[in-house]
Structures are given as C-alpha cells and as structure tokens.
C-alpha cells in the first residue's frame, strides 16, 4: 500500500465539503409521535359505545368521556405518571429509638392520580347507578381511557369495586346484626364516595406462601373472641366511627398484599380446622387502654374525629397520628416486581388484627367470589386499555415515521402487521364491554337500584338486544367471565411486544422523564404481563371455565348460549359473505359443544387452555360478525373475515391491499375493493 492510496481523492474531498456529519445536535430527529384522545381517535373505541349503549345515553356521556380523554394526557398528569414510576414506594420499619413503625411512604405522582381517579368515579360511578343497566359500560369506558395514564391506581380501585359489593350485599342483609349493618355501611360509603378526604380504598389478601389459589390450605387464623361489651372486645380501641372493633382476632401472614396503603381489607382465615371464612379488617384502630374512655368518647367534637381518621388515609402522612394505631397489621417488606412498581405491593404480618365476619362460617371462598367476579372484569378492561394506549402510540409513530424516505404509512409489511393487531384488539374489546354490558344487567337489583336515581334517566337506559336479558344474562357472566380475564391478559401482553416492535429500538426504552412517558411503550408492556397472574392464572381460569361447563348448570348455561348465539346468527338477509363466516362460526360452535358433552371433567382440565381459546374465539367472532352486519362500510366486514380466517389459515388470507390494512388501522372510511378469499 502507497501513501499516495491513502490520500483523500478528490471525490472523497468534495463530498467532505458539501455534507456534514452528524453530531449530537446535528443531523436527523425524529419528529417526536403526538397521542390524540383515544375518545375521538381510537375508532375501535367509538364502534364499541356505539354497539352497546343506546344513542340518547350515547350523547349524555359524551362530554364526559371526550373531557377526560383530553385530561389523562396533560403534561400535568403525565407528571405524575413520571414520578410514581421514578419513585416506587418504600416502608420505614422502625424508627431511631426502636419502636416499630411501618410507615409506608409512597409518591406524590402515585397519591395525586388516586385522588384523581376517585373524583372521577372510577368506583362511584357503578353505584351512583345513574344510568341503569348502562352504568358499568359508563364506569369501564371511562376505565379504559384512564388505563395508561393512572400509574396502576387502578388496582386499588378494582378491590375496593369488589369489596364495595360485597359489603352492600352484607350490610342490606338480614343475617347481619345493627353493629355489623353499621359499620358495614360507613365502610362502603366511604369505598364509594367521589372526595378524596372521605375516601377508602379496600385491599384482598388472600395469597399465603403455600400458593395463591391453594386458598383451602391457609395458614391464617382467626379466633371469636367473647361477646360485645366485655373488657376483651374493647381493650383494642374501636372503628372509626366508634364501633367496637370487630370479634374476631386473625393472626397470620399475607404473601402478596397489593394496595398496601389501602384503608381496609377482605381476606381469607380459617375459623376451624376445615372452615375457610371472609373478613372484614380495617386497616387502623384507635388506641384505648382497658378501663378507659373509647377515643371517640374523649373527642367531644366529631369533626376532630374526622379529620384524625382522614389523616390516615394519606399515605405519606404520619400514620401514628394522635390516638390510632395499626389494627395487628405491620408490613415485613415490600415486593421488588417486574411492572406495577407504582403500587405498594407487601408481605403483612398480622398478630391480633380485629375484623367482622362476613357471612357465614366456612363461606369465606363463596364470599371472596363476589370480589373476583368484579376484579376479574377490572382485569380485563385494564389489559384492553393498555393495549389500546399502545396502539395508539404506533398510530401516532406511523404517521411521523418513514423508512426508506417513505412514509411508514405506505409500507405495506408495517401496515399488515399493524392492521393485524388492530384486529386483535377490536375483537377483544367487543368481548370485554360484551362482559361488562352483562354485569350491568345482572347488577339492576333492588340494593343497587335503591343507590341510584331510579327516575326516567336511570330506567330509560337499557343496553340494546345485544345484550341477553336475566336469566341469560346470569350465566353467561358466570361463564365468560374467567376466559375473558385469562384470553385478554394473554392478547393484550401479546400486543403490547408487537406495539413495542413497530417502534423499533425507541420502543424497547422505559424512560420515566415525563418528555417521554407518555410515549413508553415498554411501560405498559411491563405491566401488562401481570395481568395474567393476578385474580388468577391461566390455568385456573381454565380450571373454572370446565367447571362452570361441567357443574349441574353447565348445561343450562350451554342451551343458554346457543339460544343467544342461534338469535344473533340466523339473520337470512346476510351478506353472502358474512353468511360463510357464520357457518364456519355455527360449524366450530357444533364442534365445541359435543366435544364438551363427549369429554370427561379431567380431559377438560388438561385441556382447559384449547377450551377456553376455542370459546372465546367463537364469542368473538360472533360480536365481530354482528359489528359487521351493521356496518356501512366494508372495514368491519374485512375485519371479521380476517379474524376468522387467520384462526384456521395463520394469517395468509384476506385482502392483500394497503388501503384496506390503514382503514382497519386509522379508521378511514374507504371501502375494500377486493375481499377475503372463500373460506
């Protein structure tokens, strides 16, 4: 080699001159994506308020719905969002001379999205029962605009929806004494109440070390200690509201304790040897001597009360405020987890905590029931809602990202691969407001009536036909509650990594900086994979779908979803191509049914997963179908044909044009030129 060869040539020196490299302040930057309001932008959204509320609740709703759109993505929450992240919560045991503690401190991102989220309703809305069976639809709308942006607040708020029911149906009980409808009805006004100051929020223990679904083999115990009005009751204090504090002594301890800044809780404790039981604990008592005045006697004025007993629900407030105490219950650490890192998720000593029983003995699993059927819709409303902020981030990168200098827009592989997870998406959400329709139908009784205005606006809002009526209704929540919970945590993790992907390498970094969380994608992937654990896992949602479907009323529940399904899908008028994909439907729903007839109860719970896959598929397909019928554009017809077809032929039908991917994908009204392949 020569030094002449390694001299600059004169090509290399023009090209020197007339191009810069690129620097740190140089160069090409990105233009950075801008979300929209998923109220207006979110064209998935919009079919879903339109399928399942009637057109006047339509319009009374919409203001609000479009307001708070807008509200989860200011600067202002993003802020918090930000710091709750950077700031996980952290527990102060013990203080400098050796006294025990637990002071748990959390962020003031984390604080200020609960109080947000309780002035908004998020618990208050379902009970207020303004707007009759189309309440919840109202309740997880709005939910599901708040998903991304409330930093895993929603969890409290799911448990303290739960325990909000439970304790209704406790305190309107005839079985429950004065003392127990007392304090039963202070705790739920509290756990429903829009002001923050007067707000509770409700924690569910029930996992211990042996397991979080092995709940028969519990290592709590709880004793009845003697009755009312002895030295015993009353040496421990009393409620808030100057109750004696519960009979029952629970001792033990708690694995996972998630809402750990929760004001109560329901947890699981033996009562006897075999007898598993449901209790009511709150979180602090007040603190009396024997033979002393209660502290509600010493306070003369009960505002003083009041504002002591507020001052406890402030996290980072001095818990030992004058008078109060933990109820038995100290913190032995915080969990170190993967997502949810906001929320303060504990393992809980309890040594003499005082509670109420809630029922009957040995009912406890029945009573915890009434809690999971509620958090399990939470469930899957937070996964849907996740996910629909993640698309919405792609949404928002596409159009201001191009490769190859052209628009991401016109990249066809992008595009397919974007469209196919739109789909995904469409049909999970029609599934989970197809739930949650039927919890609001199943909810309009008498005690949930009595909350709300029961006037014109209250009953002039029924959801459309739909939505099958009592009994029906009944069971098919009973039914698709578990597969709605187990598929859409697994979809919504699923589509998360494909959102993630669409933005490259920018998408796999978890900044908190509030310039970037609300476009962290990585976020709400972390925590999203939750979701498939918590209120169960895959397998005993399965384990629980096959036990419905075998139990004395599986058959009933069968007949009752073939009724719904024969009524939906019978329509002799149907596009010729509609009518394909509802006989492939009929056909896989025919399949299903006799092989859940010809199998035994231990083949299905090997098989719980293809079962559960196989059910949710034919419910999704049939909503999506039903979309279709009446829609005036042929987006939602290709919609439904893909999602059938990509079951049977992975993905290789349908309409291979990029106008149709980006209608499915932006909601653009142009309609499909070709159509899928036949079936």
């Known amino acids: 080699m020569t030094r002449d060869s ?149 969890c409290p708020s799911a448990m303290t929806d739960g325990a909000a029911k439970l304790l209704l149906t406790h305190a309107n009980s005839a079985c429950a004494s004065a003392q127990e409808k007392r304090v039963f009805e202070a705790a739920y006004s509290r ?9 509770w929020t409700s924690g569910q223990w029930m996992t211990e070390r042996i397991g979080g679904s092995d709940v028969a083999n519990t290592e709590t115990l709880a004793t009845l200690l003697p009755t009312a009005g002895s030295t015993v009751t009353h040496q421990y204090g009393t409620e808030f509201s100057g109750a004696p504090l519960g009979s029952w002594s629970i001792s033990g301890f708690k694995w996972f304790s998630s809402a750990t800044d929760a004001n109560m809780a329901v947890l699981l404790a033996k009562t006897s040897q075999r007898e598993i039981s449901a209790i009511y604990v709150p979180m602090r008592r007040t603190c009396t001597v024997m033979g002393s005045p209660s502290f509600s006697e010493a306070i003369q004025d009960s505002s003083q009360l009041h504002e002591q007993i507020t001052e406890l629900r402030e996290p980072h407030s001095e818990q030992q405020a004058a008078g109060t105490e933990s109820n038995g219950i100290s913190i032995q650490r915080l969990k170190s987890k993967l997502g949810t890192r906001p929320l303060p998720t504990a393992e809980l000593v309890l040594e003499n905590a005082r509670g109420y029983l ?25 996964a849907c809602g996740l996910w629909g902020r993640g698309l919405a981030i792609s949404r928002a990168f596409t159009r201001v990202r191009s490769a190859g200098g052209e628009s991401l827009t016109e990249v066809a592989a992008h595009m397919r691969s974007l469209s196919d997870n739109h789909i995904n998406y469409r049909a999970y959400m029609y599934f989970a407001f197809f739930v949650v329709a039927l919890l609001g139908v199943t909810e309009q009784t008498p005690d949930l009536k009595s909350e709300g205005d029961r006037g014109e606006s209250a009953s002039s809002n029924h959801v459309p036909k739909i939505v099958p009526r009592q009994p029906t209704a009944d069971r098919l929540l009973r039914l698709l509650t578990p597969v709605l919970k187990a598929l859409s945590a697994k979809a919504a993790i699923a589509g998360l990594s494909e959102c993630m992907e669409s933005l490259g390498g920018v998408g796999y970094l978890d900044s908190t900086s509030p310039l970037d969380i609300g476009t962290n994608i990585a976020r709400l992937f972390r925590d999203a994979n939750v979701l498939s654990i918590w209120e169960g896992t895959t397998d005993i949602m399965g384990a629980d779908t096959v036990r419905v479907l075998k139990s004395g009323m599986g058959e009933t529940t069968l007949r009752a979803l073939d009724s719904w399904l024969s009524l939906e899908m019978t329509d002799p008028l149907k596009h010729h191509e509609i009518s394909r994909i509802t006989q492939t439907v009929r ?25 559960m896959e196989q059910l949710g598929w034919i419910i999704c397909s049939a909503l999506l179908i039903i979309d279709a019928e009446k829609s005036e554009d042929g987006t939602s017809l290709e919609i439904a044909q893909r999602w059938v077809c990509q079951r049977m032929f992975r993905g290789m039908k349908g309409s291979p044009t990029l106008e149709v991917d980006k209608a499915i994908v932006f909601g653009t009204q142009e309609t499909p030129t070709t159509r899928s392949e036949k079936l």
Not at 38 to 61: C, G, K, M, N, W
Not at 74 to 86: F, G, N, S, T
Not at 365 to 370: G, N, V
Not at 371 to 376: D, V
């Open 6 to 154: 390694l001299m600059p040539t004169s090509d290399s020196r023009l090209l020197s001159s007339s191009i810069l490299p690129s620097s740190s302040t140089a160069g090409f930057f990105q233009s950075q994506p801008r979300l929209s309001n998923q109220y207006h932008e979110d064209i998935t959204f919009q079919r879903v308020i339109a399928t399942y509320l009637p057109s006047h609740t339509q319009s009374a709703l919409a203001p609000d719905l479009a307001s708070f759109g807008t509200l989860v993505l200011q600067p202002k929450v993003l802020e918090w969002v930000a710091d709750a992240e950077a700031h996980p919560p952290t527990v102060h045991s013990w203080d400098v001379w050796g006294r025990r503690k637990d002071k748990l401190v959390t962020s003031e991102g984390w604080r200020n999205l609960q109080k947000l989220g309780i002035s908004e309703g998020m618990v208050a809305i379902a009970y207020e029962n303004k707007y009759g069976e189309c309440s919840r639809l109202y309740q997880f709308l709005k939910y599901h605009l708040w998903t991304g942006s409330c930093a895993n607040v929603t």
């Open 191 to 199: 756990l429903i109440s829009r002001e923050s100051r007067d707000a």
């Open 358 to 382: 809630l029922g009957k003995q040995g009912r406890g699993i029945k009573e915890m029931s009434t809690i999971l059927n509620i958090t399990r819709v939470h469930n899957a409303v937070t």
């Open 587 to 611: 056909d896989a729903w025919r399949d299903f049914q006799r092989a859940i007839h010809d199998c035994g109860e231990d083949v299905l719970k090997a098989r719980s997963r293809a079962v």
